[in-house]
Nanobody, 129 residues
Framework: QVQLVESGGGLVQAGGSLRLSCAAS???????????MGWFRQAPGKEREVVAA????????YYADSVKGRFTISRDNAKNTVYLQMNSLKPEDTAVYYC???????????????????WGQGTQVTVSS
């Protein structure tokens, strides 16, 4: 079983920053470097959408247009952790943020919900205006 635990969410004013972390563990997760990782978000009444994704080595990344230039995804394979640095936050960024993992080829950055096999429980991000 693979476990993903997000942290770092909270309440922030518009224009502020937050850094989300997602720690991965589990007996089948011994080779963290084999997994592509992604961040998704889901606002009330809306579909869960991809925010960013990062390849196994971290050499390839993807961002949704809505966050490009403001968010940065990164990973530390030695710590089995993926991060999402969120700057210049807007009220429309308010959502529950989820991290996800899937086995993938070297440069792949999966971008759909169906591509991922493992999910965290989510962390709430609220941006006030």
């Amino acid at each position: 079983q693979v476990q993903l635990v997000e942290s770092g969410g909270g309440l922030v004013q518009a224009g502020g920053s937050l850094r989300l972390s997602c720690a991965a563990s589990g007996r089948t997760f011994s080779s963290y470097g084999s997994y592509a990782m992604g961040w998704f978000r889901q606002a009330p009444g809306k579909e869960r959408e991809v925010v960013a994704a990062i390849s196994r080595s971290g050499g390839s990344t993807y961002y949704a247009d809505s966050v490009k230039g403001r968010f940065t995804i990164s990973r530390d394979n030695a710590k089995n952790t993926v991060y999402l640095q969120m700057n210049s936050l807007k009220p429309e960024d308010t959502a529950v943020y989820y991290c996800a993992a899937t086995v993938a080829s070297a440069w792949t950055t999966p971008r759909t919900r169906a591509s991922y096999d493992y999910w965290g429980q989510g962390t709430q991000v609220t941006v006030s205006s």
